[in-house]
């Protein structure tokens, strides 16, 4: 179908909308402008009248939208409109140049609107939910990896500080248990080192001066004694300052 309005001014002639249906139920409306030849005015209103946008314009941009919107699928037409604006011209332009005696000009073409019927719109709109959830998916199953991956470094971090202070505490026990080792070891030689000093120093006068005195005080007690068998001291059975009876 193609509805044409035209408007003259400036003495171009602008046909403010052809629309054409294709065979899938694609709608695009186009306007169009172009000059007449002043050189073959009169040949052109004699052969066609005052029909000559009808004869001539509408026809080849009829033709020409055909032709280009046929190499696209309907789906991304809406996306190419200026790739296709520009084959439009490029074709129109042949085509009106093409018409014997040249009666007009091709002056410019804008591809107003490309509607898609309503179930290539409704695929259109199912593809694209479909890509929206699928990106949505895929954020989700991102976001997803790296709360595991951070989930992951917190545990492998406890886990870390946990081996960090079990290895703290383990030297400290066995710097501990040296230290106590090494305590004990010390007191044990300095006791021997003493003991050793002391049996060096018990020389024989010195053991026969203890003897001495240790005759001396048994004499001066007052209760009964008895001296090992193994000293040179005598068995005293007598209470001093006593009569014995």
């Given at each position: 179908?193609?509805?044409?309005?035209?408007?003259?001014?400036?003495?171009?002639?602008?046909?403010?909308?052809?629309?054409v249906t294709d065979t899938r139920g694609l709608d695009v409306d186009v306007s169009v402008r172009y000059q007449i030849n002043s050189a073959t005015i009169p040949?052109?209103?004699?052969?066609?009248?005052?029909?000559?946008?009808?004869?001539?314009?509408?026809?080849n941009v009829r033709d020409a939208i055909r032709e280009?919107?046929?190499?696209?699928?309907?789906?991304?037409?809406?996306?190419?409109?200026?790739?296709?604006?520009?084959?439009?011209?490029?074709?129109?332009?042949?085509?009106?140049?093409?018409?014997?005696?040249?009666?007009?000009?091709?002056?410019?073409?804008?591809?107003?609107?490309?509607?898609?019927?309503q179930k290539i719109r409704a695929n259109i709109t199912k593809v694209q939910e479909?890509?929206?959830?699928?990106e949505q998916s895929k954020q989700a199953t991102?976001?997803?990896?790296?709360?595991?991956?951070?989930?992951?470094?917190?545990?492998?971090?406890?886990?870390?500080?946990?081996?960090?202070?079990?290895?703290?505490?383990a030297y400290t026990r066995v710097t501990e248990a040296k230290a106590?080792?090494?305590?004990?070891?010390?007191?044990?030689?300095?006791?021997a080192h003493a003991n050793k000093v002391l049996a060096e120093s018990l020389t024989p006068p010195l053991i026969s001066l203890k003897e001495i005195e240790a005759r001396q005080k048994l004499y001066e007690s007052t209760s009964l004694k008895i001296v090992p068998e193994n000293s040179n001291m005598l068995f005293v059975d007598f209470f001093k300052n006593s009569k014995c009876t």
């Amino acid at each position: 179908m193609v509805r044409a309005d035209h408007n003259i001014e400036d003495g171009s002639i602008t046909v403010n909308s052809i629309s054409v249906t294709d065979t899938r139920g694609l709608d695009v409306d186009v306007s169009v402008r172009y000059q007449i030849n002043s050189a073959t005015i009169p040949q052109t209103i004699a052969q066609y009248g005052s029909g000559l946008g009808e004869m001539l314009v509408n026809p080849n941009v009829r033709d020409a939208i055909r032709e280009i919107i046929a190499h696209y699928p309907a789906k991304i037409i809406p996306i190419k409109r200026a790739e296709i604006g520009t084959q439009l011209d490029k074709l129109v332009q042949s085509k009106l140049d093409g018409i014997k005696g040249k009666p007009l000009f091709f002056a410019g073409s804008n591809l107003r609107a490309v509607t898609l019927p309503q179930k290539i719109r409704a695929n259109i709109t199912k593809v694209q939910e479909a890509r929206q959830q699928a990106e949505q998916s895929k954020q989700a199953t991102e976001l997803a990896k790296q709360e595991a991956h951070r989930k992951a470094a917190v545990a492998e971090g406890a886990a870390k500080k946990r081996r960090i202070s079990a290895d703290a505490l383990a030297y400290t026990r066995v710097t501990e248990a040296k230290a106590t080792a090494e305590a004990i070891e010390v007191k044990a030689n300095a006791r021997a080192h003493a003991n050793k000093v002391l049996a060096e120093s018990l020389t024989p006068p010195l053991i026969s001066l203890k003897e001495i005195e240790a005759r001396q005080k048994l004499y001066e007690s007052t209760s009964l004694k008895i001296v090992p068998e193994n000293s040179n001291m005598l068995f005293v059975d007598f209470f001093k300052n006593s009569k014995c009876t």
